[in-house]
């Protein structure tokens, strides 16, 4: 059975810093496709940051594009997303998601897994 499961979720204030990290396990993703998407409250989940086959150029949403870094451990079935510069409205609920394809993509309906999601509150 796939999981997916967030951690590294929490406070932080406006410019601060969070490491999000994601732990999959029931098959291997080395050569899936892996995201990251949020959903402030109010509002609709938005792509935050994907990851496809190693070498392939990530994928970013523009406002988190100088602030945020995604990166995987393929051997190691984990995924994380370093947040720096972090402002309010990166507050939101994180999900971790996966396809089954090796292309990144933007679209939430092309990821097949999700994780739970973790917290990130940013406060000014």
């Known amino acids: 059975q796939v999981q997916l499961v967030e951690s590294g979720g929490g406070s932080a204030q406006a410019g601060g810093s969070l490491r999000l990290s994601c732990a999959a396990s029931g098959r291997t993703f080395t050569s899936y496709a892996m995201g990251w998407f949020r959903q402030a409250p109010g509002k609709g989940r938005e792509f935050v940051a994907a990851a496809g086959w190693r070498g392939r150029t990530p994928l970013y949403l523009d406002s988190v594009k100088d602030r945020f870094t995604i990166s995987r451990d393929y051997a190691g079935n984990m995924m994380y997303l370093q947040m720096n510069s972090l402002k309010s409205e990166d507050t939101a609920i994180y999900y971790c998601?996966?396809?089954?394809?090796?292309?990144?993509?933007?679209?939430?309906?092309?990821?097949?897994?999700w994780g739970q999601g973790t917290q990130v509150t940013v406060s000014s």
């Open positions: 998601a996966a396809r089954t394809t090796s292309i990144a993509t933007r679209s939430e309906n092309d990821y097949r897994y």
